[in-house]
């Protein structure tokens, strides 16, 4: 099937090379020309662990191509719209102009009989918005959220746990342009579907809430645990025996029960933010009142872990070497978009500290964001003559990789922050460490 893909940033350009590595015909479409020169040789503007593959093959086929040009779009049967929905900038709400131009841009395109597939993260209410324009050229809006996770997304995209298509419904059923619209999506996700991939058809605003509820679940899961750290730090009790316990029922499950620095991204802060703002205009403000303490309890650990490594050097880091280990906001990911470790990195430059940073995946983008950091990327290199060093980013080349006994070679003083709890603790102390954990002994 013929499709475009408007919007060809993390979310886009793994989606088209997703959809054309399942045999579709795909054309992605973006206003950043530097990204579309990028993915047009092949190139991955990101870091995104087998995108490169998807990337080179669906070009090779000529199955994929990229391009400025929005009127590309013309012939495709689906367009997805997947542009960004940052936080407005002063406030909570998510910004849609992005959305709206792109939707406006690709109006003309359209032909009878087309779909417009929203993949966006949006305030619920948007899709009933935007489907008259859509509905006079004869084409149907659906909303088709999307749950990768980066660092996954490519087997996220393949093999999602299920696919929710929001379309045209009247008394909670589907219309018969939506279930028109329904079994072309069914189409176009065949190897999914061929898998029994739960296939969820849905109205606008149930799709819309599906997508933000999911995100606001799991970083309110991410929040208890670290607000149980809060507690497990004036009570000498371990967070992570805590939640493997609780993990163990079923009902609780052990994943998003990792306490540390806590949650960032370009998704899931502002996802949090822009519910709340939503369910505000509503008139539904304190039925999410909670995602407020959500947030700030997720943001009073990046604080908690720059206050462990102050007076782990004894009140001051003023002219002291700090490594940061990590710069993204999560492992196989080079994103920095609020990026705790990162917000961990400036603050403690701030504080007066020889920051350096390394990290597998993110030192460009770290350095271009953050220019008055330095930056190593060599990890032993970034290790030299540290007097104290904090783990922000779980990646394997210190989580798994580093052994406390040579780290112990390399550094001035053998002090760990374990802003991520993923160290073996026992082990750092056997080898000479003061290892300071996130609600850990
Ligand atoms: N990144 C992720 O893991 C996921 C993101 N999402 C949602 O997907 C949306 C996109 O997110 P990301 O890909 O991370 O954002 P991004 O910022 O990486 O990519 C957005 C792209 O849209 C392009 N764009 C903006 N206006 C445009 C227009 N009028 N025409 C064509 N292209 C335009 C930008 O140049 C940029 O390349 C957001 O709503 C996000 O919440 C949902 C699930 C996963
Ligand atoms: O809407 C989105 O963009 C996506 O947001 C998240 O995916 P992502 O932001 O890529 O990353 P996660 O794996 O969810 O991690 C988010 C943040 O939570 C942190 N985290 C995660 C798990 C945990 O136990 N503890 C914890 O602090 C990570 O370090 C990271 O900073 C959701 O998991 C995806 O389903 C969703 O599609």
């Known amino acids: 099937m013929r499709m475009s893909v408007i919007g060809c940033g993390y979310l886009g350009a793994v989606h088209a090379a997703a959809m054309a590595s399942i045999g579709h015909d795909v054309v992605g479409i973006d206003v950043d020309a530097t990204k579309i020169a990028s993915l047009s040789v092949g190139d991955a503007p990101f870091f995104e662990p087998g995108l490169q593959e998807i990337l080179t093959e669906g070009i090779r086929s000529g199955r994929l191509r990229f391009t400025t040009d929005m009127a590309a779009a013309h012939g495709a049967a689906v367009h997805f719209i997947g542009v960004g929905t940052p936080q407005l900038k002063g406030g909570d709400a998510a910004d849609l102009t992005y959305v709206d131009a792109a939707v406006a841009a690709l109006l003309p395109h359209l032909s009878p009989g087309d779909l417009v597939a929203g993949k966006s993260t949006v305030p619920v209410g948007t899709a009933t918005r935007l489907a008259p324009s859509?509905?006079?050229?004869?084409?149907?809006?659906?909303?088709?959220?999307?749950?990768?996770?980066?660092?996954?997304?490519?087997?996220?995209?393949?093999?999602?746990?299920?696919?929710?298509?929001?379309?045209?419904?009247?008394?909670?059923?589907?219309?018969?342009?939506?279930?028109?619209?329904?079994?072309?999506?069914?189409?176009?996700?065949?190897?999914?579907?061929?898998?029994?991939?739960?296939?969820?058809?849905?109205?606008?605003?149930?799709?819309?809430?599906?997508?933000?509820?999911?995100?606001?679940?799991?970083?309110?899961?991410?929040s208890f645990i670290n607000a149980m750290a809060e507690i497990a730090e004036v009570t000498g009790a371990d967070v992570t025996q805590l939640a493997d316990a609780i993990g163990h029922d079923a009902r609780i499950g052990r994943r998003f029960l990792g306490a540390g620095i806590g949650f960032g991204g370009g998704c899931l802060p502002k996802d949090i933010r822009a519910f709340s703002a939503r369910a505000e205009e509503l008139g539904r403000g304190e039925s999410v009142g909670f995602l407020r303490e959500v947030d700030a309890i997720n943001l009073r650990r990046r604080s908690r872990a720059v206050e462990l490594v102050v007076d782990?050097?004894?009140?001051?880091?003023?002219?002291?070497?700090?490594?940061?280990?990590?710069?993204?906001?999560k492992p196989h990911s080079d994103d920095i978009r609020d990026s705790p470790a990162l917000d961990v990195a400036v603050r403690l430059h701030g504080l007066g500290g020889d920051v350096v940073v390394t990290d597998p995946a993110a030192l460009a983008n770290a350095r271009r964001a953050h220019p008055q950091l330095t930056y190593v990327d060599e990890r032993d290199e970034a290790l030299g003559d540290a007097d104290a060093v904090i783990v922000v980013t779980e990646w394997d080349q210190w989580r798994r990789e580093l052994d406390p006994a040579h780290a112990a070679t390399l550094v001035r003083g053998r002090v760990v922050i374990d802003g991520r709890n993923c160290l073996d603790a026992a082990a750092w102390r056997a080898a000479g460490w003061q290892y300071f954990g996130m609600g850990r002994p």
């Open 134 to 222: 859509v509905a006079e050229r004869g084409a149907t809006l659906v909303w088709n959220p999307e749950f990768l996770r980066e660092g996954w997304a490519v087997q996220d995209t393949i093999d999602p746990d299920r696919l929710v298509a929001g379309v045209p419904s009247a008394d909670g059923e589907p219309t018969e342009e939506g279930a028109r619209a329904a079994a072309i999506l069914r189409e176009v996700y065949h190897t999914a579907v061929a898998k029994d991939t739960p296939f969820l058809v849905t109205d606008y605003a149930t799709a819309e809430l599906v997508k933000v509820a999911a995100n606001a679940f799991l970083a309110t899961k991410i």
């Open 312 to 329: 782990a050097l004894g009140g001051t880091v003023h002219g002291k070497k700090i490594t940061v280990l990590g710069a993204s906001f």
